[in-house]
């Protein structure tokens, strides 16, 4: 069992810049693979990045590559992502979630067995 809790959302303009945490408890973290996904008012959630236990692979959806980036600090337990030229159309709710399965490494929100309570990013205009 692994308890996420998201930080660093809040409001920032166009073209600014945030970085989220994601502190994990537990001993397991750097077992896990970590992700982070959103979801905008009236859409479903999807898929924004994903880092493995070691940091050795990342992805990224194609709207926020290039501009955001994840990255993960075993020591502390801490997951991050910096997020850079931030465009109105990210505004949305930002959750970390952790994925057990070393041997499904991917983009399926399904696949993911603990999820944060979400932090909320607004860009604005």
């Known amino acids: 069992q692994v308890q996420l809790v998201e930080s660093g959302g809040g409001l920032v303009q166009a073209g600014g810049s945030l970085r989220l945490s994601c502190a994990a408890s537990g001993r397991a973290f750097s077992n896990y693979i970590m992700g982070w996904f959103r979801q905008a008012p009236g859409k479903e959630r999807e898929f924004v990045a994903y880092?493995?236990?070691?940091?050795?692979?990342?992805d990224y959806a194609d709207s926020v590559k290039g501009r955001f980036t994840i990255s993960r600090d075993n020591g502390k337990n801490t997951l991050y992502l910096q997020m850079i030229s931030l465009k109105p159309e990210d505004t949305a709710v930002y959750y970390c979630?952790?994925?057990?399965?070393?041997?499904?490494?991917?983009?399926?929100?399904?696949?993911?067995?603990?999820w944060g309570q979400g932090t909320q990013v607004t860009v604005s205009s």
């Open positions: 979630a952790a994925d057990r399965d070393r041997l499904r490494i991917g983009r399926d929100g399904a696949w993911y067995d603990y």
């Open positions: 880092v493995t236990w070691d940091g050795g692979r990342t």
